[in-house]
């Protein structure tokens, strides 16, 4: 079974531009997370969506960044423009069960955007 | 990939010694913390978990310990190999409709 899968990899971008990250959760895990993680520093949660609702975006960092998850399925995350600070790591992970309910998070190994 | 250590706390072990990892968690009313382990390039691994109603669980090679008194959870890990290079970092969960809150992460180097 394919685990979560993230695209690209890596994406270098100049400040200004826009950049789109996408990951496809594991199938039927309703539940898909965002969060990043900057050069050295901890994981921050980002957002969550059950199915194609956000359940909670209290992680996004400003007006800059744009999730969506049409249709329940995969879901992108869009910056822009993008900014220096938003360098890093991002990570999706999904869950069958709600991560508090003690649902177990699927990472994908991450999107790393580096912004010039 | 990523250059998981930078700015990170270290600890650096021969190959065969046995590791302990410590962390910090910020609310004691958190019902639920889990252990991950991130090699570069690559996404979060679980590793092991355990509920605010325990303070030791053990798993292969690995054992997480729990003091809610002081907030602190440890992860041990016995007979320690390079394969087990990586950053580690613990994360809470507050209750049911909260997601996980990480920790800063501490890079374990394993010297053969």
């Known amino acids: 079974e394919a685990g979560v899968t993230q695209f690209p990899s890596h994406s270098v971008i100049e400040k200004g531009q826009t950049v789109t990250l996408r990951c496809d959760p594991i199938s039927g895990h309703d539940n898909l997370y965002w969060y990043r993680r900057v050069m050295g520093k901890e994981i921050k949660f980002l957002l969550h969506?059950?199915?194609?609702?956000?359940?909670?975006e209290s992680g996004m960092p400003n007006n800059r960044f744009l999730a969506e998850r049409t249709g329940g399925t995969y879901s992108t995350l869009k910056v822009q423009p993008a900014e220096l600070e938003d360098s890093g790591v991002y990570f999706c992970?999904?869950?069958?069960?709600?991560?508090?309910?003690?649902?177990?998070?699927?990472f994908g190994e991450g999107s790393r955007l580096t912004v010039l | 990939g990523e250059s998981v250590g930078l700015h990170l706390p270290t600890l650096s072990v021969q190959e065969g010694d046995n590791s302990i990892i410590n962390c910090a968690y910020s609310n004691s009313a958190s019902d639920y913390f889990i252990w991950y382990k991130q090699e570069s390039g690559k996404g979060p691994q679980f590793i092991i978990d355990i509920r605010s109603n325990m303070d030791k669980r053990q798993g292969q090679r690995v054992t997480v310990l729990l003091n809610k008194t002081v907030k602190h959870l440890s992860l041990q890990i016995a007979a320690t190999q390079p394969g087990d290079s990586a950053v580690y970092f613990c994360?809470?969960?507050?209750?049911?409709?909260?997601?996980?809150?990480f920790g800063k992460g501490t890079m374990l180097l394993v010297s053969p």
């Open positions: 994360a809470e969960i507050r209750n049911r409709y909260s997601t996980l809150t």
């Open positions: 969506f059950v199915k194609e609702s956000k359940q909670d």
């Open positions: 992970a999904s869950s069958f069960g709600l991560a508090g309910g003690i649902g177990e998070l699927f």
